[in-house]
């Protein structure tokens, strides 16, 4: 079971958090924004998009989140170009269940040799002979069921290529059935302060209709819980007014006390925000020193 480690420069402890046999900080990167506009192609000034990952680094941070629909592959290889020979304490995670078409629409991709092809360039763009942790993503307009394609990532993971296992976009029932069947490390689902409606929703399975179920369920199994669009895609002010407040009393951006918000939510939420600015990178990193009062807390959560 994952167990919380360390907490020095969090303000709510821990600072690290257990991935299986890999240890990192409680606040990663997500690299769903190094892409061009609407994730597609490359970005317009990709020598920035690989400063911000080499900064990201340089401040500590020791987790990543891709995909190799990211762009497609474009993610990958801004992360390969950036950081690779890769340091020793570098955990790449990456997810398979999706794919792009050529129209841009995400459609699901569960079937065996899709999830194996997936897997394929994640392992050949980012230049590993392993993937540390693989979420499966489950979509609801998906035809294959969830253990069918369980089951092709667990004999990926008995091939060697794949040493972790975690989920995306699962409900309480689901994370459940597949924990009767194998060990996970990690939940990724759409969780923060503004919630799930909205425009955002459509990334997020549509039978997750309680995400804190789901979130209770990893605490008391020692499972990181990831939220993806934890700043509700840079609009998260608009969406959760009562941030601005409890923002000018800690001279804060609303931003950063969306993401201290969730550290101190559960001391399993690692959030992974994404971005392509190297002031917007650094002001996330800063948001895990920020102290908030239970009262602020359940003020932001109301």
């Known amino acids: ?69 990211y762009g497609p592959l474009v993610a990958n290889r801004l992360i390969f170009e950036a950081l690779h020979p890769y340091p020793r304490d570098l955990v790449i995670a990456t997810k398979l269940g999706n794919k792009r078409l050529p129209d841009k629409r995400w459609v699901p991709a569960a079937r065996p040799e899709e999830l194996r092809h997936g897997a394929e360039e994640d392992l050949r763009t980012l230049h590993l002979e392993r993937l540390d942790v693989v979420h499966l993503r489950f979509s609801p307009g998906s035809e294959v069921p969830l253990m069918e394609s369980l089951d092709a990532l667990l004999a990926m993971q008995a091939e060697g290529k794949i040493r972790h296992l975690a989920l995306s976009c699962v409900d309480a029932r689901q994370l459940e059935a597949v924990l009767a069947r194998t060990p996970i490390v990690a939940v990724q689902n759409m969780f923060g302060v503004a919630g799930t ?51 000018d009393r800690h001279g804060a951006s609303p931003s950063q006390i969306a993401l201290a918000w969730l550290l101190a939510r559960s001391p399993v939420i690692l959030p992974i925000p994404g971005t392509s600015s190297l002031a917007h990178l650094e002001e996330n990193w800063e948001a895990r020193r920020i102290a908030l009062s239970p009262e602020e807390v359940a003020a932001i959560g109301a």
């Not at 020095?8 to 240890?23: F, M, S």
């Not at 939220?227 to 409890?246: H, T, Y």
């Open 1 to 69: 079971m994952n167990q919380p480690a360390r907490s020095e420069g969090y303000a709510h402890a821990p600072a690290t958090i257990r991935l299986g046999d890999l240890e990192v900080q409680r606040l990663g990167y997500g690299a769903m924004r190094l892409p061009g506009k609407d994730v597609w192609g490359d970005p317009d000034d990709p020598e920035r998009a690989r400063a911000v990952l080499r900064r990201a680094v340089d401040l500590g941070i020791n987790f990543i989140d891709t995909a190799w629909f």
């Open 197 to 247: 409606g909205g425009m955002l929703a459509k990334f997020a399975n549509a039978e997750v209709e309680a995400p804190e179920a789901v979130l209770d369920l990893c605490s008391a199994r020692g499972i990181a819980y990831l939220p993806f669009f934890p700043l509700a895609a840079g609009n998260v002010s608009e969406q959760k007014p009562a941030l601005a407040a409890i923002a």
